[in-house]
């Protein structure tokens, strides 16, 4: 690992770095991320961090593992094009408090937790310099990634341990103090994989005013503020699940120790890649389609087109042919005000041939012009 300030010069072939007004995007890994085959998480962490201008600061805390764990993200970060990546490892509250490691924070573009023991991790930092110097980069813009247990500390109310299980029972799970970075919501990882889904549905069973958002292995849920909205879209290959309690109906007040709850009521959300939902809201945001500047161009002049020989049909003043004739004299002074491209031609034909045939349909059966 280099030292502070030590910086190393890459190819600036990496995205620009991104601008954020207000708080960074918080980036929620279920666990277990591709980190060889296709890494495109990791990848869009890096990304949006700054790209080649990237400067990261790696939370191990939770892990077991030793200076391993730390030089796998280092080598990922900087393969993935990463100027600048350093450690920050308090083991104790007392060395949470070292301004050292704070200051490293304070000058990150990107904050990034690794898997391990959430409770441990929450025990260590929350409440603390180190804690809040991550509370900090996220208020002013730098993204603030975690994966497994550093993706549950993002919540206000963290799941310390539990079991597994699809029915949800009182008592299956224990809660911690998380950082409060998404302080609407509560957060579970490896949720397909571990069937999680039982534990979830206890605690939004008994804290209905959060929504509950399990997160699968190799998934992330990337949650922006737009518009005073908070925003959480889905990536990687599996599916981030999403309770809504508001509507609640349940007796987790009074079900004896271990017994199944009544939970009934709760709007379940399954997520893919590519999907978004409005925390805020509580509601699935509409799939919006996206047209390239080339194409909406494409469209607007076909429909300019194809209104002006409306008009001159219901005029009457000219047959097919004149019409045609004047579609290819304005086709033709528009293009030579800008060369087409290598693909226009192919779209300008396919066009063409759908005006020529407009005119003969608008003919009725006697060959008159309607």
């Not at 805390?61 to 764990?69: D, L, N, Q, R």
């Not at 959300?269 to 919006?288: C, F, I, K, Q, S």
């Amino acid at each position: 690992m280099p030292e502070v300030g030590e910086e190393q010069h890459l190819p600036t072939s990496r995205p620009e770095p991104r601008s954020w007004s207000g708080p960074g995007p918080l980036m929620i890994i279920g666990g277990a991320e591709d980190k060889l085959r296709s890494p495109s998480i990791l990848s869009d962490f890096v990304a949006a961090c700054g790209g080649a201008d990237a400067r990261l600061v790696v939370i191990p805390t939770a892990s077991s593992m030793g200076e391993e764990i730390v030089e796998v993200y280092d080598a990922l970060f900087r393969r993935l094009g990463a100027r600048e990546v350093t450690a920050c490892r308090p083991e104790s509250r007392e060395q949470a408090h070292d301004p050292h490691l704070v200051a490293l924070i304070d000058e990150a573009t990107g904050v990034f937790m690794t898997g391990g023991n959430q409770l441990k991790l929450s025990a260590v930092i929350c409440g603390t310099p180190v804690g809040n110097a991550v509370i900090r980069a996220h208020e002013r813009g730098a993204v603030v990634a975690g994966t497994s247990a550093g993706a549950s500390i993002q919540s206000s109310h963290m799941v310390a341990f539990g079991t597994g299980g699809t029915t949800p029972k009182q008592r299956m799970t224990q809660m911690a103090a998380g950082l409060g970075l998404l302080d609407t919501a509560v957060i579970d990882q490896h949720f397909d994989q571990r069937n999680r889904y039982g534990r979830l549905v206890m605690i939004v069973s008994q804290s209905p005013q959060l929504l509950g958002i399990g997160i699968d292995e190799n998934t992330c849920a990337t949650v922006t503020v737009e518009d005073g909205h908070e925003v959480l879209r889905v990536s990687g290959r599996g599916a981030v699940t999403v309770l809504d309690p508001a509507s609640l109906v349940t007796n987790s007040h009074e079900a004896k120790r271990s017994s199944p709850l009544l939970a009934s009521g709760i709007v379940l959300h399954v997520l893919p890649a590519g999907t978004a939902y409005d925390l805020t809201e509580r509601a699935l945001l509409p799939d919006v389609v996206r047209v390239s500047a080339d194409d909406a161009a494409e469209l607007a002049e076909a429909r300019a087109d194809l209104r002006q020989m409306a008009r001159d049909i219901a005029a009457g003043d000219a047959g097919p042919s004149v019409l045609r004739r004047r579609l290819a004299r304005a086709r033709a002074s528009r293009r030579s005000d800008a060369a087409p491209t290598a693909e226009q031609p192919h779209h300008h034909q396919a066009r063409e041939q759908a005006r020529d045939q407009a005119p003969d349909e608008a003919r009725d059966q006697n060959g008159e012009t309607r």
